[in-house]
């Protein structure tokens, strides 16, 4: 750790996105985080073992939201394998900070890791769960030998987590667990979200 980080912004000109934002960091000398805006969905590494984090609840099969964008994107064989996930009690097949691994089908990337992040106003300490939910993630991408991962930005559209305080939790747990990965990125839908990430990426990994 210590010593290498530096940041550069660049701008995308692929598929003539309006020149969407990227802004790349240095987590180790191995790893890089790269922030934008963009549709997950639409994520992958050419050639790679990749992998997009689906933000998903407890039961696995689907639901608004980021999760219901990838069902929908990856086709009705990504419900299927969810449902073979075993419960771990009724109604239950991912705890609330773990995560599980299925196949991409019809997505570019070519593994979902689903994982659920805390009910901000519910859970009793949603930093922790959050933290967990990048952590744990992050191991299953790495048991898998997944080198590249995408994640949005975890429970902050339907459970409601303050985009500020998710964005130091989420650079945070990445810069502690990305060793081992190749790059690790944001694909973010808002320019509040964008913007909030930034903020704590260059807060938390820029030496000055
Ligand atoms: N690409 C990237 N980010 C997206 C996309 C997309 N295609 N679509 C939405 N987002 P949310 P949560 C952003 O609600 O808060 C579901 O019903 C979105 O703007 O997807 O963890 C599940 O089944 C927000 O910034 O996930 C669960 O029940 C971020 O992704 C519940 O919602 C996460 O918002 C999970 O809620």
Redesign the pocket.
């Known amino acids: 750790g210590g010593g290498l980080s530096s940041a550069r912004v660049s701008t995308l000109s692929n598929g003539g996105d309006n020149g969407s934002k990227l802004v790349s960091f240095q987590l180790s000398p191995a790893c890089s985080l790269e922030i934008q805006k ?4 639409q994520w992958s590494i050419d050639g790679a073992s990749d992998a997009i984090v689906n ?3 407890e039961l696995m099969l ?9 069902h929908r994107a990856a086709g009705p064989e990504l419900r299927d394998a969810c449902y073979q996930v075993p419960e771990v009690r009724p109604g239950v097949r991912c705890p609330t900070g773990e995560a599980r691994i299925t196949p991409g089908f019809r997505l570019p990337a070519s593994h979902v890791i689903h994982t ?2 805390p ?1 901000y106003d519910v859970d009793g300490n949603p930093e922790a769960s959050l933290a967990n939910a990048y952590r744990n993630s992050l191991r299953v991408a790495k048991e898998n030998n997944i080198q590249y991962i995408a994640f ?10 303050p ?1 500020d305080e998710a964005a130091f939790v989420a650079i945070s747990t990445v810069r502690e667990c990305a060793d081992g990965l190749k790059e690790v990125h944001f ?4 320019d509040e ?1 964008y913007n909030a990430w930034s903020k704590a990426a260059r807060e938390l990994l820029s030496n000055s």
């Open positions: 963009g549709d997950i969905t933000p998903a609840n689907g639901g608004g939201g980021a999760d219901g964008a990838i659920v992040g009910i949005p930005a975890i429970s902050c559209g339907v459970f409601r987590y985009s694909v973010l839908f808002s979200i």
